[in-house]
């Protein structure tokens, strides 16, 4: 949620700001909202007033006097009138906090102009030595002697990762993940943690079922209710750790001098990821429930953008260390979430596919999602409570880093060779699909 303040006394800055997310919003409206909502409390703070000051006086006067009487017909009168202000008041100040929910975060200064996703910029590459006229990066030779097969046209894949068993159970997208399949995503998942925790990060376990607060805080709600899932008691299964994460320090102040908190955690995770149809979307690609390892920082608002390259450079050594292909991507403003102020994205190249599979996105929220969840710090230097900020990342999410994985590893005699790193937790060098 934006400051109220900044909304009011830098309404341009804040127009500039939607206009630069491309979003369609009445700002106009919601202005006149607050300037109702405002004068509003002014109105019934008067009222108050003058409805204390008149019992004061009535309290000095003997029962049953005419002025006695008269005073008793204008408090009935005043109180009236308070009760309708009040009414009005709360009804609009609920319509003032929807409104308030309904404004993006702003972008931050060096977020690029843009529309659409042709228009974020690559600003690193790593793993190999260009791009060629085609838009495919140029590998190094043994990589590119290898077999070239989408993952899911890889001979025996249905028999590691079933999707139509998956179907007939639950729905389409969400699979079964069968033997080496299951041990492969589980030894990537294995990794991530004992890697981010080697980088300062506190394993957590969280619930995967949060309440309508806990996903408004994070910015799911009022936006993304569509892409969640939603139980009869209105409980939403996680579409990423950072919900739960986040509140974690919901309604709470912070001590400063614990500034950055780092967390991480494991959790499987639910979206409903309407999309096109196609190769895009076809074997692990994009499905309605997968696994991820969250990255969350809570910082001081001096520190957030350096701390978001921390966190990038954390993503990024997990794809080094797993010798997968990557560029970092900078989101343009068209491009940009609802509650970001700034983005990258991780994308690893999937050599079978020829095509881009973003892993990773890693976000500063600046002050919008702790000012709508009440975390905050208390200054050593005013003693005030304070907004934190907030950040998170992808650390990884496992199917499309799995996918990249059979993709580039894919040999001659049809099994994927895994990375060195991966083997200690797999347990052997080599997956087959036998």
Same mark, same amino acid.
């Given at each position: ?92 100040? +609920? ?17 690029? +102009? ?14 190999? $030595? ?6 495919? !990066?140029?590998? %190094? ?6 077999? @070239? ?14 999707? !139509? ?36 990060? *506190? ?14 805080? *994070? ?48 959790? !499987? ?24 390892? $969250? ?13 978001? +390259? ?5 993503? $990024? ?23 970001? %102020?700034?983005?990258?994205?991780? +994308?690893?190249? %999937? ?19 702790? @000012? ?6 208390? /200054? ?5 409570? $304070? ?44 997956? /087959?699909?036998?």
């Amino acid at each position: 949620m934006l400051d109220p303040k900044l909304l009011r006394e830098s309404s341009e800055l804040v127009r500039a700001g939607i206009a630069k997310k491309h979003l369609d919003i009445d700002l106009d409206a919601v202005l006149a909202l607050d300037a109702t909502w405002r004068g509003l409390v002014s109105e019934v703070e008067g009222l108050r007033a003058q409805q204390k000051a008149a019992n004061v006086a009535m309290a000095g006067l003997p029962k049953g006097t005419p002025e006695f009487l008269a005073k008793v017909q204008e408090m009935k009168a005043a109180s009236a009138t308070v009760k309708e202000r009040e009414t009005q008041l709360k009804e609009t100040e +609920e319509q003032w906090r929807e409104a308030l929910l309904s404004l993006p975060n702003l972008p931050h200064a060096s977020v690029p +102009e843009g529309r659409t996703p042709e228009e974020n910029q690559v600003v690193a590459t790593w793993g190999f $030595e260009g791009i060629g006229p085609d838009g495919r !990066p140029t590998l %190094a030779p043994q990589n590119e002697e290898r077999p @070239r097969l989408a993952h899911f046209d890889i001979p025996g894949f249905e028999r590691l990762f079933d999707f !139509p068993r998956g179907a007939k159970v639950t729905g389409a997208g969400f699979p079964f993940f069968i033997g080496q399949g299951a041990r492969l995503a589980r030894a990537l998942i294995n990794f991530f943690l004992s890697e981010n925790a080697k980088a300062g990060y *506190t394993e957590v376990s969280p619930p995967i079922l949060v309440n309508a607060a806990s996903a408004t805080a *994070t910015g799911q709600l009022p936006d993304k209710e569509g892409q969640m899932y939603e139980t009869r008691e209105l409980l939403y299964a996680v579409p990423t750790a950072e919900v739960p994460l986040t509140n974690f320090y919901r309604d709470e102040i912070l001590d400063e001098a614990a500034l950055p908190l780092r967390r991480c955690a494991y959790t !499987p995770c639910f979206r409903r990821e309407a999309g096109s149809y196609g190769r895009d979307v076809r074997g692990l690609n994009r499905v309605h429930q997968f696994d991820k390892v $969250e990255l969350l920082k809570w910082v001081h608002p001096t520190r957030s953008y350096d701390e978001l +390259e921390g966190l990038r450079g954390d993503a $990024e050594s997990l794809l080094r260390k797993l010798e997968l292909p990557y560029r970092v991507l900078l989101m343009c403003g068209g491009d940009l979430g609802f509650a970001q %102020a700034k983005k990258y994205d991780l +994308e690893v190249w %999937a050599a079978g596919q020829g095509r881009w599979l973003e892993v990773s996105s890693c976000s500063n929220f600046e002050g919008f999602q702790a @000012r709508r969840a009440q975390i905050r710090y208390r /200054s050593a230097e005013t003693g005030k409570p $304070e907004v934190v900020h907030t950040l998170n990342g992808s650390g990884l999410a496992v199917p499309r880093v799995l996918a990249a994985l059979l993709e580039n590893n894919l040999q001659a005699d049809g099994r994927v060779k895994l990375p060195a790193a991966l083997v200690p937790y797999f347990g052997d060098e080599y997956l /087959s699909f036998e």
